[in-house]
Nanobody
Framework: QVQLVESGGGLVQPGGSLRLSCAASGSIFSINTMDWYRQAPGKQRELVAAVTSGGSTNYADSVKGRFTISRDNAKNTVYLQMNSLKPEDTAVYYC??????????????WGQGTQVTVSS
C-alpha cells in the first residue's frame, strides 16, 4: 500500500512564502512524475507543477517565476517552494504521483490535500 503525505500549508500574507512537502511511502518499486495540483472553491482542480524522475520540470503559466518544484529521489519526496504568493493562489494543494508498486503495475496516488490561504 502506498501513501502520499503532505505538509507545509497554512496562512500567509500576500507576498509571503510557503514550502509544501509530500512524502511517498509504502511498497514502492519506482516513481515516475510527481506533481502538485490545486483546487480553489468553485473551480476545477488544476496542475500547478510537475517534476520527472530525471528532474525535468513543468509549470502552470500562473506560477512561473514564483514557484519551484523539486524532488529528493532518495527520500521519495517532492517539494513546492512558493514565493511572492498572491490571494489567487489560495486553494487546497494536492500531491499526485504515478507509482509503480510492481514492475508490471503502475497506479495514480493522491495526497489528502493541504490548505494554502493567502490573505492580509
Amino acid at each position: 500500500q502506498v501513501q502520499l503525505v503532505e505538509s507545509g500549508g497554512g496562512l500567509v500574507q500576500p507576498g509571503g512564502s510557503l514550502r509544501l512537502s509530500c512524502a511517498a511511502s509504502g511498497s514502492i518499486f519506482s516513481i515516475n512524475t510527481m506533481d502538485w495540483y490545486r483546487q480553489a472553491p468553485g473551480k476545477q482542480r488544476e496542475l500547478v507543477a510537475a517534476v520527472t524522475s530525471g528532474g525535468s520540470t513543468n509549470y502552470a503559466d500562473s506560477v512561473k517565476g514564483r514557484f519551484t518544484i523539486s524532488r529528493d529521489n532518495a527520500k521519495n519526496t517532492v517539494y513546492l517552494q512558493m514565493n511572492s504568493l498572491k490571494p489567487e493562489d489560495t486553494a487546497v494543494y494536492y500531491c499526485h504521483s504515478t507509482i509503480r508498486t510492481w514492475p508490471w503495475r503502475s497506479d495514480d496516488y493522491w495526497g489528502q490535500g493541504t490548505q494554502v490561504t493567502v490573505s492580509s
